[in-house]
């Protein structure tokens, strides 16, 4: 007897329906979501909150300034849980991006595109690459680089000052340092990014090097954060050798690496001057930027990236450094309202 090959039509039926099912699941979840952002969005508007570690969610929830919205306390959207409540009377959206540059600029893009924000306040620890800073200080930064936007040159290349802004050349860093030596590592051209904006022409970048954030914002901090009280002590048992201290107005870095090396950590300071180096701030101010929306940056110092003679700190003091920065983002957005009575 032949084969049959036709299947019958309840065959046909079945294979639709689990088809249907698999294809139909998700896109289901997202307009249910997209549903509860419509009418959250009729509410008024919202500070959008983005960090980036479980640390650092965690500190900020336990700062307790954060109520939950009483019917959607969080909607989830494209793998992101975003949470939704007010920060002492404030609408706020908050979500934990990720880690890197990556993570950070699309979160940001999707945040923005969904909810209608009044800016964004991004926060989280950092590495310190400044000598006049300590571990749990907390840095209000007024301008970010991004510099992980480097060529890496041929070792026979010349450097181009008129391409870019610094270079790392890696022969200085020979061991032993014998004058004249070569190292087929080379060096790195820091190049500037290329921003593109809605008050630009389109399609048309802008070359940058440093991400100012909002000078508005910037002028808050630096009238009502300066001298706030912050945790000297992760326990009972361990603290800092100083009260740490909260600076408005210096500069930071971001590049798709940890920072975890005195030499390169000077690199940093003495070529750009900067006093923290994170994975995330300025691709979110650029985003930001980007969509004509203000943004503010309030970082935690969690280490010496790499000046310390022994491990890391950064996972014993990140916690501290955490708290102190939960308590800076509250603070800032408690003083707002003196400045937008809109929020």
């Not at 959607?72 to 908050?94: C, E, M, Q, S, Y």
Request: net charge negative; proline share 4%.
């Amino acid at each position: 007897m032949a084969a049959r090959l036709v299947p019958s039509l309840l065959e046909v039926l079945v294979l639709i329906s689990l088809v249907s099912t698999c294809i139909s699941s998700k896109p289901t979840n997202r307009i249910k979501s997209l549903n509860v952002i419509k009418e959250l969005n009729r509410k008024g508007k919202y500070i959008g909150l983005i960090t980036v570690t479980v640390t650092e969610q965690n500190a900020f929830f336990a700062n307790g300034a954060f109520i939950p919205h009483s019917k959607h306390p969080f909607v989830d959207l494209a793998g992101r849980r975003f949470f939704v409540g007010k920060v002492n009377g404030t609408k706020a959206i908050f979500v934990k991006c990720g880690v890197g540059p990556v993570n950070a600029a699309a979160t940001t893009q999707q945040l923005l595109d969904h909810f209608d924000l009044k800016g964004i306040i991004h926060f989280g620890i950092a590495g310190n690459v400044n000598n006049s800073m300590s571990i749990g200080d907390v840095s209000i930064p007024k301008q970010l680089a991004d510099t992980g936007k480097w060529d890496w040159l041929n070792p026979n290349a010349t450097w181009d000052p008129s391409i870019y802004v610094a270079e790392l050349d890696f022969v200085k860093y020979n061991e032993p340092n014998f004058n004249g030596s070569n190292n087929l590592l080379g060096h790195l051209g820091y190049e500037t990014e290329q921003f593109f904006s809605e008050s630009g022409d389109p399609n048309t970048p802008q070359l940058l090097l440093w991400a100012q954030v909002s000078e508005d914002w910037l002028q808050v901090a630096a009238t009502n954060l300066e001298g706030i009280e912050l945790e000297q002590c992760l326990n009972s048992s361990l603290c800092l050798p100083e009260k740490p201290k909260l600076v408005v107005g210096l500069s930071g870095s971001t590049a798709n690496m940890f920072v975890d090396n005195a030499a390169y950590r000077d690199f940093l300071f003495h070529n750009f001057n900067v006093t923290s180096a994170d994975m995330e701030s300025s691709a979110v101010v650029m985003t930001s930027l980007s969509n004509g929306l203000p943004v503010i940056v309030i970082r935690g110092l969690s280490d010496l990236a790499g000046r310390q003679s022994g491990k890391n700190a950064y996972a014993t003091f990140g916690p501290l450094a955490a708290r102190n920065t939960a308590k800076a983002v509250v603070e800032f957005i408690n003083h707002m309202h003196a400045f937008d009575s809109s929020i």
